[in-house]
Nanobody
Framework: QVQLVESGGDLVQPGGSLRLSCAAS????????MGWYRQPPGKQRELVAA???????NYADSVKGRFTISRDNAKDTVYLQMNSLKPEETAVYYC?????????WGQGTQVTVSS
């Protein structure tokens, strides 16, 4: 059974930082591209950042320079360090694992940026 379990979501003030984690089980983690997506209230889900099995990284333009994605293949975990958070980045943040022929989503973790 595949599980992706996100954690680290919280209420944070504008300009603050959070670190999200996504722990995977049931997959050969090192073979998957891992991504972070977010879905603001009433909006579509969008890609935030992704990291391939080879370490290639892609960021949404809106987060470049503020967010950092990383992975620890020994711990089957992907991270998203988020700095200088903005109120409009309030959303449910989801982890996704993409393989050659399959993909999986986590259940999401709420990030609220508000004073």
């Amino acid at each position: 059974q595949v599980q992706l379990v996100e954690s680290g979501g919280d209420l944070v003030q504008p300009g603050g930082s959070l670190r999200l984690s996504c722990a995977a089980s049931g997959i050969i983690f090192g073979l998957y591209t891992m991504g972070w997506y977010r879905q603001p209230p009433g909006k579509q889900r969008e890609l935030v950042a992704a990291i391939t099995r080879y370490g290639g990284i892609n960021y949404a333009d809106s987060v470049k320079g503020r967010f950092t994605i990383s992975r620890d293949n020994a711990k089957d975990t992907v991270y998203l360090q988020m700095n200088s958070l903005k109120p409009e980045e309030t959303a449910v943040y989801y982890c996704k694992a993409d393989g050659y022929s399959d993909s999986y989503w986590g259940q999401g973790t709420q990030v609220t940026v508000s004073s």
